[in-house]
C-alpha cells in the first residue's frame, strides 16, 4: 500500500467522505486532493472547502458541473429515450461519468497517481467511477475505501472519528435520514431503511423533491417546451440552458406531484435492489421527446431507436459511458436527431404529465394523407391491396403448404 | 368479379357494414355470412341478428368471444410487457387475429370462398385482417369494399341506402360522433374529426371510458393483483377469469381517470397518424406485470425480454400474430414466466397507477444480499474488485494504445 | 398515361431495354433519355449510344461509375461485414441506389418527370430501383414495363422487334445464355434455366468469373491487403484506388477458384428463389476485414456490430439505402472504424481464401497479457475470481430458491 | 481452507491435473473424486483410472459422454447456425457445461462440498466451468488451483512431481507440444506458441485433425446429409446417431482438408487471445443446417434467428449455458425447427464444402411462383406496385418535407 502518493477523493464533505480523507492519509500515507462538485444535488459545495482543510487536505478542487452535466450527458441520453428496465431513469448512472471524468483530469493536473470514491462494494457506482477511471487513464489505481476497511457500521466510523478527531457534527441532515441518498439535477434516490421490504410502501416524509400527487394543485399547469435537434432549448417560448431547462422543469415537476418512482431493479453486480427515485424533470422530457420525436422522425429510425435503447440504457446503468459500444450508440442516435425540433404542449396534473400538443415545421405527419375525409388521391387507397398481398405471400405459401400459425 | 359464391362478413350491424352487406350481394350476387362477435366493446351485438335477417342473410353468426379475447390474445401480449412505440398498448391491433381467425372458421364451415371487412384502405386494420386470413386460408378470395367502390362520403353512403331501403336508423350513436372509434375490452379508440390537427387537444367529452383526472376521487383506491405464471388470477384476493380480472380493471382505472393517451403512430402502411385511446385496465396491467417480473425475473431474462419487446410489439401491430416470428417471440416470453407469480400492490388517484409494493414466493430479491446493513458475509465485497478489473480490462488496453473514450 | 412528357430510363444497350424504349415512346408518346453505366459489368457501355440513337433517343447517358460505386457503397457496405441470410453478399443490391440515385439526377438535369427500369414484377430489383426514386424525388413517376406490358415471352418480345424493327443482332451472347444475369464490379449472379430446381447442382460452364477450384492452380497464393480505418488501400503494398483493389482481388479469387455461391434466398416480395454467385474479391474482403477487426477492434462494439449487421444487410437486400435507418446504421458501423488499419496475410488456394496472419499498429492484442508464459504481473489471475462470483451471483441466488436450470 | 471435505475434480490424466489431484490433498486436506469423461478428445480415458489409484483416489469416474455431448449440446446449438465473432464454432465453449454438470452431479452423488478443475485464471473455461457449478449447485465451493498456487511455470511442476513422487512419464505426447491444446468430438484447439504472434502463420504440422488442402485428394467427395426437425439423422441415407454423424463428418472433412480456422477472438475475461482450431465436421453441418433452412424456414423466422444469433453466441462462449437468457433463446430457436427437414448435398473438396443441391418435403420454395417462365397467374406482378408505393411512402412523405437522404 505504500506505492500510492496522491490520491484524487470525489469528496461530498459528508460524514463518510472526511473519514475516507483521514483513512486514506492513515492508510496509505499520501496526499490527498479532494474533489467536490455542484451538479445539482441541493447542498452547498462550498462548505466543503473548509472541511477539506481542516482535514489537512491542500488541493481542493470546488466546481459547478451543472451546465456540463445536463448538456453532455443528460441530454444526449433523453435523445434515445432512455429508460432501464421499463421504468428507471438513470438519473445516479449518468453523473457518474462525469465525476469520474473530473477525477482522472484532477490527477493528470495534480500529478496524482490514484483516485478514490465512496461507494459500496455492492453497489453499482463503484463499478460507474472505476470503469470511467480505467477507460480514461489506463494506469491509474483505484482506492476503493468501504471494499477494503473493516469501518462497516455506524459505530465502527463514529468510533474512527473520535479517535481521530473529526467533528462530528460533519454528520448532515441526510446522514441522519434512515435512507442512503444520491442527487443531481437530474433525480433523487433513496434506498435502505424500510425499502429492504419490496411490499413496504414508502413513507411520505421520504420523498424530498415533490409533493404527493394529493397534495398537488387541483388545477392543471400547462406547459409548452420547444425542441431542436433534439434538445429542449425553451419553456413557454423563454430560451433557456440546459440545466436551466431541467432546474425549471424538476419545479414545475415537484409542484405537481410528478417524477416519483418505486422500483426493484436488478444491478450490475447481480442482485435485486429496490429503490425510490423522485425525477420530475426528467419524467416530462422522456414524454415530451417522444411526443416531438412521432411527429417528426421516420418509422424506421424511431423503430431501431426503440431495438437499441435497452442496450444504450444497459450500458450506461453498467458504467460503460466512456467506451467504444456508447460512442457507436450515440453515433446513431444523433444521427436522427436533424430534424427533431418543434413545440410539445403538456399537462401536468397531480402526478400524471400527460402530452396534449405538439407541432413542427418538420412535421411528417401529412393531413392530406391521413384525413378520414376525401383525400384528393393524395394516397390510393388501391396500393394497399398489392402491399398486402405481397406481404402476405411468404404466408400463404406456407399455408399452402400445410403449415399450421394457430 | 362473378367467382365469388359465399362470403363471410365481419358484421357490426352498424350503418356502414350493413351497406356492405347489401354492396357484397349486388357486386358479387353471391349469398352473404355475417359474423358479429362480442368482444367487449360495450354495445349489444345481439341486434345484429334482426339487421342481418332483414338484409337477407341466412348465415347468421352471433359470438361471445370476450374469454377467449383476453385468455388467448390479451393475456400472451401483456406476458411481454408490450407497448408500440413507447406509448400505445395495441388496443385495437391485438383484436384482429382473434376475428381473422373466426372469419376463416366460419368460411370453412359454410363452404364461403371469401372474407370481407369494413375497414378503409389507409388504415392498419386491413392490413391485420387480411394477413390473418390468408396465413389461415391461403387460397381465400378477400374483398376490401373500402378499396373497391367509390362510397367515399357520407352522402354517396346515404343515397346508396335509400336506394336500397336500408334504414338509416341503422345509424347508431357511435356513427354521428366526430370521432372513427374501436372498442374492444382492452381499449376504446378515437380518431378523425379535430384530432387530425396534432396541436389541437382533445375535448373531454370525447372521452368514454375514463372520468378525467379532475373529476376522479380525491382519495386514492389501493389494489392488489395476484399473478400465476404471468398472468393476473385475482384482484384483492378474489379469483376471477381473464376477461373478468380486464372488465374489473377498466371499471377500477376509468374511475380513476386512468388509461388516456393522446399519440401521433407510424402505421403500417406508411403514414403516421394521431389517435387518442383509453386503456384503464391495460394500463394497470402493464405497470403490474413490470412490478412483478422485477421481484422474480432473472436480469438478463428480463433484458433480452426489453430487446425483443418491440419486435414482437411490431408483429402485433402490423398484423403479424398469425406468423412464425410471433410463435417465435411468443416461444422466447413464455418461457420466462414459470415463476413470475406473487402479488402487487397498486395505488390508483387521479390519472396515476402507482406501484407501492410487491411480494412473492418465487422473490430473487435477497435481502440479506442487498441490505446496506451487515450483511453477516452472505456477499463478499472484495469480489468486486476482480468484476471490475476484468470488464475493465478491455477499456485499459485500448487506453494503453492511446485510444481516446471522450 | 398521357402525362409522362420525358422519362430517364436505365438502358443496358440489350435487347430487353431495348424494346423498352421503344415501348415508352409509343405508350406514353413521351421522349426517352437512356442512361447506361459501366459499373464493373465486363461489358462495353459506349456501343449503347448508336443503339439508342438508332431507337431514336436525343439524350443519351454513357458514365463510367466504378469508382463511386465500390468508394461509396461497396466500401462502407464491407465495414459492416454484410451478409445477408448468412450467405449472400448483395452483389447485385449494391448497385441499385447509386443506378437509382443517378437515374433521378439525370432527371432532374433533363426535365424529366418519369423513370423506367428493366427490371421484372417478381424481383427484388424493381424494389430497390423504385424505393431509391421515390426517397430521392418523392413525385416522380415510375414505368416499370414488365408489370404492365404484355411481352411476358420472348416470343412476344421478339415479334414486337419485327413489328418496330429493332434489330435482332441486339440480342447479345448474353441474352443467349440459359440464365437471368447481372453483374457488376462486386459479382455476376444467375438465375432460372435449370437453378430453378434447387436440387439441381450448377452446370461448370455457367460459371463465367471464376475457374474451378479444381482448375485452380496447385500452389497457394499469398496475398496481403493493408487496412486504413476500415477499407483497403492497397494490396502487396500498393497503394490503389477502391475500384482498382476490387478489380484486382476479383483476378486473384477467381483464378484461385473463390467467390462461388449456390443458395436458396428469401425475396423481400415474399418468394424464395434460387441463386448462384460469383463473388472472387467480395469473398476475399470479407474474410480479410473480420481479420483487421480481430486485431483492431473492442469487443462490445465488434459484438454490437455483429447483432446489428442482420439489420442492415435486410436494410440494404431490401432497397432501403436511401433511408434514415440506413444513415442510422451507418454512423454506428463508421464511428467504430477509426482504429481498423493494419494488414491481413491471406492464402488464396482452389476455393479458399484463409486468414493467416495480420498485423497493426493499432492491434489490441496484448501480447503481455495473453501469453501462457509468465505475464510479470501484467493480469492478476486472482481479478478471475471476483469476476465469476459477481457474474454467477444472480444465478446463485435463483439456484438458491430452487429454480432450474437444467 | 479446512472446511473443504470431498472435491470433485475434473480429470483429465495428464501431468496438470494429476499434480492438482496430489495439491488438492495436500493443500485442503481432503479426499479427491476423479472425474474423467470421453467426449471425443481422441484420447483413451481409461488409463485415467490407474493414474488416479495411484494418487490415492477412492472414488474414480470415468464415462464415455460423446453421445449425451452431441445430442443435447452440439445439435441445439447448431440449430442457431451458432458461430461467434463471425468465426469461431464454439468446439471448447459447447463441451463446458455438460462437464460442469457432471462435476455437480457426481459432487451430490459423493457427498462432495466442492469442485475444481484445471483451467487457468486467464481464459474462458474456469469462467464456463463455474459459472455452471454455480447455476446447478448455489452452495459449490470452487477450487481453481491454477488461480491459487504458486506452480506457474513448467519448471515449478516438474519440482513438485520430484517432490511428491508424481511419475513425469504422466507427461504425455500432448504435453510437449509446444501448443496448448483441446479437443472434444467437435474440434481440437491450439493455442499459445508461435501464435501468440498474430503475425505468424501457423505451422503445418500443428494440425492434427486434418490434411492440408494441398494434400486433400484431387477428387472431390460428394456427400448428402438428412435432416430431421433441424438436425442431422443419416448421412448418405445411412441413419445414424448424432455423435456418430459428427465422427463420420469430422472423417469425411479432415480427410479433405476442411475446418481449419485461424483467428483473433475476444475473451470473456477482457483480453484477445490468437487461436486455430479444427472442426471439420461442424463445418459441414453449419453449411447444410443453413442450406436445409434456406429451403424450409419462413424468412422472417430465419432473419430473427439471424439477430438473435450473435446473442446466443456470446451466452454460450460466456459461460452461461445454465441460464434463463439461454434457455429462452433455445425456446425461440426450437420453435422454428419444426420442419426444417430435408436432404443437402454437399461437395468436399480440398478446404471447401460446398453446398450444391437441397430437397424437402417441406420446402417453400414455390417453383412456379418464382419461374422466370409464364407463371400462369401465380403471383400478379401488378402487386408489386402498390407493395412498392406503400413501403416508399413514408420516405416520400419526408422527401416532399424536404428531408434529404443522400
Not at 336 to 363: F, P
Request: with cysteine; proline share 4%; net charge negative.
Amino acid at each position: 500500500m505504500s506505492d500510492v502518493k496522491k490520491v484524487v477523493l470525489a469528496y461530498s464533505g459528508g460524514l463518510d467522505t472526511s473519514v475516507i480523507v483521514k483513512w486514506l492519509q492513515e492508510t496509505y500515507n499520501c496526499e490527498v486532493v479532494t474533489f467536490t462538485a455542484d451538479i445539482g444535488q441541493g447542498e452547498e459545495v462550498e462548505p466543503a472547502r473548509a472541511k477539506a482543510q481542516a482535514l489537512g487536505v491542500k488541493e481542493i478542487y470546488i466546481e459547478d458541473l451543472r451546465e456540463e452535466f445536463v448538456r453532455d450527458y443528460v441530454y444526449p441520453m433523453f435523445r434515445a429515450n432512455t429508460i432501464y428496465e421499463g421504468e428507471y431513469l438513470l438519473g445516479t448512472s449518468i453523473a457518474r461519468p462525469l465525476i469520474a471524468k473530473r477525477l482522472i483530469e484532477i490527477a493528470n493536473e495534480t500529478g496524482a497517481d490514484a483516485i478514490s470514491h465512496g461507494a459500496t462494494g455492492k453497489g453499482n457506482d463503484q463499478v460507474r467511477f472505476e470503469l470511467g477511471a480505467y477507460a480514461l487513464k489506463p494506469g491509474v489505481k483505484v482506492i476503493a475505501p468501504w471494499r477494503e476497511w473493516d469501518l462497516n457500521s455506524r459505530e465502527k466510523l463514529m468510533a474512527y472519528c473520535d479517535e481521530h478527531s473529526i467533528p462530528v457534527d460533519f454528520s448532515s441532515k441526510k446522514k441522519k435520514s434512515p435512507y442512503s441518498m444520491d442527487a443531481n439535477l437530474l433525480h433523487i434516490s433513496y434506498e435502505g431503511g424500510i425499502l429492504e421490504d419490496p411490499w413496504a410502501e414508502a413513507e411520505e416524509d421520504m420523498w424530498r423533491w415533490s409533493v404527493s400527487p394529493e397534495a398537488a394543485p387541483d388545477q392543471p399547469t400547462y406547459i409548452e417546451l420547444t425542441y431542436e435537434k433534439g434538445d429542449i432549448v425553451a419553456i413557454d417560448g423563454q430560451a433557456m440552458k440546459p440545466h436551466e431547462v431541467l432546474e425549471a422543469l424538476n419545479k414545475l415537476g415537484g409542484a405537481n406531484g410528478i417524477g416519483r418512482l418505486d422500483i426493484v431493479e436488478n444491478r450490475y453486480v447481480g442482485m435485486k435492489s429496490r429503490g425510490c427515485y423522485e425525477t420530475p424533470g426528467g419524467t416530462i422530457m422522456l414524454k415530451a421527446h417522444r411526443a416531438i420525436e412521432s411527429l417528426t422522425l421516420d418509422r424506421e429510425a424511431a423503430h431501431l431507436k426503440d431495438e437499441l435503447m435497452p442496450k444504450y440504457a444497459k450500458v450506461i446503468y453498467n458504467g460503460y459511458w466512456w467506451s467504444p459500444e456508447r460512442k457507436m450508440l450515440q453515433a446513431a442516435i444523433d444521427a436522427t436527431q436533424d430534424n427533431v425540433s418543434g413545440v410539445v404542449r403538456i399537462k401536468l396534473y397531480k402526478g400524471s404529465a400527460t402530452v396534449v400538443g405538439r407541432q413542427s415545421a418538420e412535421s411528417l405527419f401529412d393531413e392530406s394523407i391521413a384525413t378520414f375525409e376525401d383525400d384528393a388521391g393524395a394516397y390510393d387507397q388501391k396500393d394497399a391491396e398489392g402491399f398486402i398481398k405481397l406481404n402476405a405471400l411468404r404466408l400463404r405459401i406456407a399455408a399452402g403448404k400445410g403449415r399450421k400459425q394457430d
